[in-house]
Nanobody
Framework: QVQLVESGGGLVQAGGSLRLSCAAS????????MGWFRQTPGKEREFVAH????????YYADSVKGRFTISRDNARRTVYLQMNSLKPEDTAIYYC?????????????????WGPGTQVTVSS
């Protein structure tokens, strides 16, 4: 069993930055690939970024590439999402998740554990 808790969300002006954190419980955290997703009302949860267990491989959605950076600190059992040059369209609830199945990294169905989410609001 893995429990996840996101933090770092808030209200920021367009062009600003936020860093989200996802703290995980569980002794095997360092073996998990992790992902960040986001969701707005009435829309499906969408992929944002993915990082493998060693942080050697990362993937990003085209909409955030060059602006967001995913990283992890296995000693702290924490995954981060540095978000720069934020836009109003980045406004959403952001979720971190633990990959549990084989499959495409952008597919929500392969992620086994999810945090409750943290709200990010970008004002224009």
């Amino acid at each position: 069993q893995v429990q996840l808790v996101e933090s770092g969300g808030g209200l920021v002006q367009a062009g600003g930055s936020l860093r989200l954190s996802c703290a995980a419980s569980g002794r095997t955290f360092s073996t998990y690939a992790m992902g960040w997703f986001r969701q707005t009302p009435g829309k499906e949860r969408e992929f944002v970024a993915h990082i493998n267990w060693s942080a050697g491989t990362t993937y990003y959605a085209d909409s955030v590439k060059g602006r967001f950076t995913i990283s992890r600190d296995n000693a702290r059992r924490t995954v981060y999402l540095q978000m720069n040059s934020l836009k109003p369209e980045d406004t959403a609830i952001y979720y971190c998740a633990v990959k549990g199945l084989s499959g495409n990294y952008y597919d929500t169905r392969i992620y086994r554990y999810w945090g409750p989410g943290t709200q990010v609001t970008v004002s224009s």
